[in-house]
């Protein structure tokens, strides 16, 4: 008898760690979906010509000392190319690259920069925000 309670406490228990980790496995596939959610944001508002909007995604403390160009205006993206998918790179960050062509409207002429994109997850608010400088369009 006393074999058939350890063997049945001992079912439970191993029910009760696969369950937390089918738990912790949803928290991190909403984490992920959350940041593939933000970084398709991301890439449609710089795409689709608000390349400003960028900026709205810096972290608070970058935000607050970056000031947004003013040569933006001038500015035409003609491709956005992710070289690199996102990948985690701890629990709380990923990064991504990023190819974006453009011209200036008044030289139609072609350049493009590499964006090196580093991200953070707020475990507050549940949000995903850019921590490292936006490349500049020269």
Same mark, same amino acid.
């Given at each position: 008898?006393?074999?058939?309670?350890? #063997? %049945?406490?001992?079912? !439970?228990?191993?029910?009760?760690?696969?369950?937390?980790?089918?738990?912790?496995?949803?928290?991190?596939?909403?984490?992920?979906?959350?940041?593939?959610? /933000?970084?398709? &944001?991301?890439? $449609?508002?710089? #795409?689709?010509?608000?390349?400003?909007?960028?900026? &709205?995604?810096?972290?608070?403390?970058?935000?607050?000392?970056? $000031?947004?160009?003013?040569?933006?205006?001038?500015?035409?993206?003609? *491709?956005?190319?992710?070289?690199? !998918?996102?990948?985690?790179?701890?629990?709380?960050?990923?990064?991504?690259?990023?190819? %974006?062509?453009? %011209?200036?409207?008044?030289?139609?002429?072609?350049? $493009?920069? /590499?964006? #090196?994109? !580093?991200?953070?997850? *707020?475990?507050?608010?549940?949000?995903? /925000? #850019?921590?490292?400088?936006?490349?500049?369009?020269?």
């Amino acid at each position: 008898m006393n074999g058939t309670i350890l #063997r %049945i406490v001992g079912l !439970l228990l191993v029910a009760t760690l696969l369950s937390g980790c089918k738990t912790l496995n949803l928290m991190q596939d909403k984490k992920e979906e959350s940041l593939q959610e /933000t970084l398709k &944001n991301y890439r $449609s508002a710089i #795409r689709w010509g608000y390349p400003g909007q960028a900026y &709205n995604y810096l972290r608070k403390d970058l935000a607050e000392k970056t $000031s947004i160009p003013t040569n933006l205006n001038n500015i035409s993206i003609t *491709d956005y190319k992710v070289i690199q !998918l996102p990948d985690l790179v701890s629990e709380t960050q990923a990064s991504q690259t990023a190819v %974006i062509s453009y %011209i200036f409207d008044d030289r139609q002429v072609e350049k $493009s920069i /590499t964006d #090196r994109q !580093l991200w953070e997850f *707020d475990k507050e608010s549940h949000t995903w /925000t #850019r921590i490292n400088p936006i490349p500049e369009y020269k």
